[in-house]
């Protein structure tokens, strides 16, 4: 049996850790945008794209900034979590970025719609945006450089210390423990015939 570098050691690790915070995240997700809210009077639901963006700025630049940042932040965590999760290291770029947003998009509109069920709720199209903006923004800014570094990382393979047995000896580093020869061919077991 072949052991694993700690390249493949380590993809393991952070797939298992980026599920972990993508199931978390989602669970934040939906406590936050899918409470019912108690509140006097609701808007009109939002279906026209960039209809509630410039109201948000009609409000002054401060207001408009949160309500924008909030926008983009709340799905964000994806755009690194979902690549996280798939835990895959030589993919396009391009096609990473297409699937996480797309993805991301996805959620925020499934997000949007459970809102209509949800009192006090309503459904904005400028929020499935937003949201999808924020998702592929936070692609762009860290994946592919979380990718080169575990690339690299794997590439490097496993170090050798002087414990090791470095010189070809039975240290934990040696091809003899390792099992890294050929294995040969895989026995076979000759037909017995079946009594009638």
Do not use: C, K, Y
């Amino acid at each position: 049996m072949q052991r694993q570098g700690s390249g493949g050691g380590a993809a393991v690790v952070v797939r298992v850790v980026g599920f972990v915070l993508l199931l978390a995240h989602l669970l934040l997700v939906a406590w936050v945008s899918l409470r019912p809210r108690d509140v006097a009077w609701v808007t009109a639901p939002n279906t026209i794209p960039l209809h509630g963006l410039r109201a948000d700025l009609a409000l002054g630049a401060t207001a408009a900034a949160r309500l924008i940042g909030e926008g983009l932040l709340l799905l964000a965590p994806l755009g690194v979590l979902l690549p996280m999760a798939d835990g895959r290291l030589d993919v396009s770029r391009w096609a990473s970025l297409a699937r996480t947003t797309a993805a991301g998009a996805l959620v925020s509109l499934a997000v949007e719609l459970l809102q209509t069920a949800v009192p006090g709720q309503v459904v904005d199209v400028d929020s499935v945006l937003l949201n999808t903006a924020g998702v592929a923004l936070a692609h762009l800014l860290f994946v592919p450089v979380g990718r080169g570094w575990l690339r690299r990382r794997s590439e490097a393979g496993p170090r050798v210390s002087p414990g090791d047995g470095g010189s070809g000896g039975p240290g934990r580093g040696s091809p003899l423990l390792r099992n890294e020869s050929g294995q040969g061919s895989t026995p076979t077991i000759p037909r017995v015939p079946i009594a009638r």
